[in-house]
């Protein structure tokens, strides 16, 4: 690979479109992954309404009992995943994780064919979707991270997010078009087959990184080894990869309260089951439609010119002045702004951010470190957040609630700009 990356050639339809990030050799990985992307998060958006509306099926005031059960499981599949992954090669590792997710997924869909009013089967599959969620995609950034250098996945990886939320968007709007028609069950098979079709991107990506020869910047073993519990070692050892965990327990701390708002209205207003999966199809498509245009346009610019910092402290900075409006006026038209820009600014700038810091660390944090962060960090924070959020709505009120969800976004913003500036000093 060239060390020059300046001098390459730029694609000249990714010039026409104003894309100058992208050179000409690198289009396979930018379409791949943007497939790769696109098809998980369809798949995964396709659920995620049918997840909302079994979570309000089993009581909201029960909520905080579902993140508990969330992070249990995760704390169980945590080290299955590190003994699977330190005996297996990297390029089978995603495929066979998908694989046996898929077979997962097949199985509740044939429960629910059977019993779909059994809220255990509900239960039990918001838990799975919500370790299943974590893992998928943690995995495929992990991928994408292995797959591209520093430059690269700067330049690149907002672009190739923007195929995550197109995906998401789609997802939605299948769910809120299908569920009538075929019902949950009946989206569960179809999503499913989107999660399988996406091993053809990962072959795709693969071979064009072994088309490329060796890369200098980086070596990279075949197996990842030791347990996933050496990912927390290397945590606990590491005061960036600390810094990191905290951001994202306050990041599940600010999205679990706007989460717990949201239900309690989604429950109190539409009791059908059916309009409740429409609703939140609807909002999760309005989300994914408005992050499109900020990730294809504006992330990699914004990472480029004003660094990695401007990405991770944004959302934290609106969210103080959102829960702010929140406990002046806890009006439901307050909540859905104030949801929109958090999920919004999240996909846009948050979580590609997030990925950049990974992106210059060697190939046992990426994937050890950081899959321990994306799951047992923050469903750790999901966990405490809810009984968090159960207790001050059980004492006090939603405004209270608004206030204390200011501070915690106070917090996050200054350990966003820490471990920002950090990275873009060391790595910009």
């Not at 992106?359 to 923050?378: G, M, Q, R, S, W």
Request: net charge positive.
């Amino acid at each position: 690979m060239p060390s020059d990356a300046a001098a390459r050639p730029v694609d000249r339809a990714a010039r026409r479109f104003g894309l100058l990030a992208v050179h000409t050799d690198e289009r396979p990985a930018v379409i791949g992954g943007f497939l790769l992307f696109f098809l998980l998060f369809a798949s995964y958006f396709m659920l995620r309404p049918v997840r909302e509306t079994f979570g309000i099926a089993g009581g909201v005031r029960n909520l905080q009992w579902l993140f508990t059960g969330t992070f249990v499981a995760t704390m169980v599949v945590v080290p299955i995943y590190g003994w699977v992954a330190s005996r297996l090669p990297r390029r089978k590792l995603l495929p066979i994780s998908y694989i046996f997710s898929a077979v997962v997924m097949a199985g509740f869909a044939t429960a629910l064919l059977i019993d779909r009013s059994n809220i255990w089967i509900g239960r039990a599959f918001y838990i799975w979707l919500s370790v299943f969620n974590l893992f998928v995609i943690s995995i495929a950034w992990s991928l994408m991270s292995d797959l591209l250098d520093r430059d690269q996945s700067q330049r690149l990886f907002g672009q190739i997010a923007a195929g995550a939320s197109l995906g998401g968007l789609t997802g939605p709007l299948l769910s809120g078009f299908l569920v009538g028609p075929l019902g949950e069950a009946g989206l569960l098979f179809l999503s499913t087959m989107l999660l399988l079709s996406t091993l053809a991107c990962v072959a795709w990506l693969l071979r064009w990184r072994d088309g490329l020869g060796p890369r200098g910047d980086v070596t990279t073993p075949e197996r990842i080894g030791g347990s996933i519990w050496g990912g927390l070692k290397l945590i606990a050892a590491s005061p960036y990869l600390l810094a990191v965990s905290v951001f994202v327990l306050l990041l599940t701390a600010v999205s679990t309260f706007v989460y717990f708002e949201q239900a309690r209205i989604v429950a109190a207003t539409f009791p059908d089951r059916t309009s409740q999966t429409q609703v939140f199809s609807a909002i999760d498509a309005v989300v994914q439609a408005s992050t499109i245009f900020i990730q294809i346009f504006l992330t990699g610019q914004i990472a480029r010119r004003v660094g990695v910092t401007a990405l991770l402290a944004a959302v934290p900075a609106i969210m103080i002045l959102g829960f702010g409006l929140l406990a002046a006026a806890p009006t439901f038209a307050v909540l859905v702004l104030v949801m929109l820009v958090r999920r919004i600014g999240e996909y846009a700038l948050v979580r590609p951010g997030r990925e950049m810091l990974f992106a210059p660390l060697d190939t046992e944090t990426k994937y050890k470190a950081k899959n321990a962060i994306d799951t047992f960090v923050y469903r750790g924070g999901d966990a405490i957040s809810a009984w968090l959020n159960a207790w001050i709505s059980a004492i006090g009120s939603t405004g209270a609630a608004a206030l204390l969800g200011a501070g915690i976004a106070a917090v996050w913003a200054a350990v966003g700009i820490f471990i920002g500036r950090r990275h873009d000093r060391t790595h910009g």
